[in-house]
């Protein structure tokens, strides 16, 4: 007789405790049905309510999302003022949801120069949740990993011409600490991080933090992407045998 073997099931005390995502292929979604650009990233948006349910209710500690990179300001403008209306529409009918599941909004990037409607949607969700206890949903948002890397090493290099550390004292814990990451404290640096959609790069993504991040890429579209695929990718993360450098 054939014995089939039971399909994996996730490992509830080994669940990636920082899990980030780039989330792509919502043009392509929009595409493919042949509708404007801007119903896949509203599709999308949709779906980020849907995910951040689940990451949550797996019990993931941290959920970083890609929302928009300093580079997305190239693409065109109706497209980039779509984008940026987004934080604003997602807030405003998601945040009892957000409340009710104890989630915790951050928001990281140059929020100076996002339009004025867009920061105050995102300092307004991250006060509005502060008090929350559960998992952070860390939106990256006008983000850019090599600027975060180098306004790192300014505030470093102004901090020793100060006279507040040595150079000597530059260590990785300091390092951190100028990241615009620091606020996630010790979840700072992502488990697992996912991209969707078939692409297979990192496009200026938390480079420092994700040194020694699990990489699992899906050819879903992020519109697409379901929980049952993130759990999968889960499972994915949980076969990883993760050494750090070092050997087992
Ligand atoms: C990349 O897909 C996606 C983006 C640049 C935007 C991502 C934004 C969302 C998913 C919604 C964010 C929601 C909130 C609440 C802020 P793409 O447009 O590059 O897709 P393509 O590669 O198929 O063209």
Request: aromatic fraction near 8%.
């Amino acid at each position: 007789m054939f014995s089939k073997k039971p399909a994996p099931t996730i490992d509830s005390n080994r669940i990636p405790a920082h899990i980030a995502i780039i989330m792509d292929g919502n043009g392509r979604w929009a595409k493919k049905r042949l509708l404007p650009r801007i119903a896949g990233h509203k599709q999308g948006m949709e779906n980020v309510k849907v995910i951040t349910k689940a990451a949550s209710r797996m019990g993931v500690k941290a959920l970083t999302l890609y929302a928009f990179s300093t580079e997305n300001w190239k693409r065109p403008n109706d497209e980039v003022g779509y984008l940026m209306r987004l934080p604003v529409d997602f807030f405003d009918a998601f945040m009892p949801e957000l409340i009710e599941e104890n989630v915790r909004v951050h928001v990281m990037g140059y929020l100076d120069d996002l339009p004025e409607a867009t920061k105050k949607a995102a300092l307004k969700a991250m006060a509005d949740t502060a008090q929350n206890t559960g998992m952070i949903l860390n939106f990256a948002l006008n983000y850019g990993s090599r600027s975060e890397i180098l306004d790192a090493a300014r505030q470093l290099a102004q901090d020793v011409q100060a006279g507040t550390i040595t150079t000597d004292q530059i260590d990785e814990a300091h390092f951190d600490a100028a990241l615009m990451t620091a606020p996630l404290g010790e979840l700072a640096d992502p488990d697992l991080v996912i991209r969707t959609s078939g692409e297979e790069r990192i496009s200026n993504f938390l480079l420092w933090q994700m040194a020694y991040s699990e990489l699992v890429f899906t050819d879903a579209l992020w519109p697409d992407f379901t929980p049952e695929q993130l759990d999968q990718a889960v499972l994915e993360y949980q076969a990883r045998d993760r050494r750090f450098g070092g050997l087992k």
